[in-house]
C-alpha cells in the first residue's frame, strides 16, 4: 500500500494533496505507535483522522488524475412536440 501511496504522491502535480497524504500518513503511523503509551481515545482519533485525510487527498488527486481535460456537457433542451 505504501508504494501505490509513493507513486500517487510522484505523479500528483498538485503540493496540498501531497502534504495531505504526507501529514495523513504520519498521523496514521503516529497513532499505531504510540497505541501502547497514549491513552486509547487518543491514539484512535490519531489514527482514524490520518486514514480520513489520506483518503480525502487521494480523492482529490484521483479526481484531478482521471476528470476529463476539457470536459463540456451540452444540455439540451426539450423541443416542445408539435402534434
Known sequence: MLAV???V???SR??????????GLAATLAGVALAS??????????????T???F???TWVSHAVYAPAASRFT???AR???I
Open 5 to 7: 501511496l509513493a507513486l
Open 9 to 11: 504522491v510522484m505523479l
Open 14 to 23: 498538485r503540493r496540498g494533496a501531497i502534504v495531505s497524504i504526507l501529514l
Open 37 to 50: 503509551e497514549w491513552p486509547l481515545v487518543a491514539s484512535t482519533v490519531l489514527r482514524r483522522g490520518g
Open 52 to 54: 480520513m485525510l489520506t
Open 56 to 58: 480525502a487527498a487521494l
Open 75 to 77: 444540455v439540451f433542451k
Open 80 to 82: 416542445p412536440s408539435s
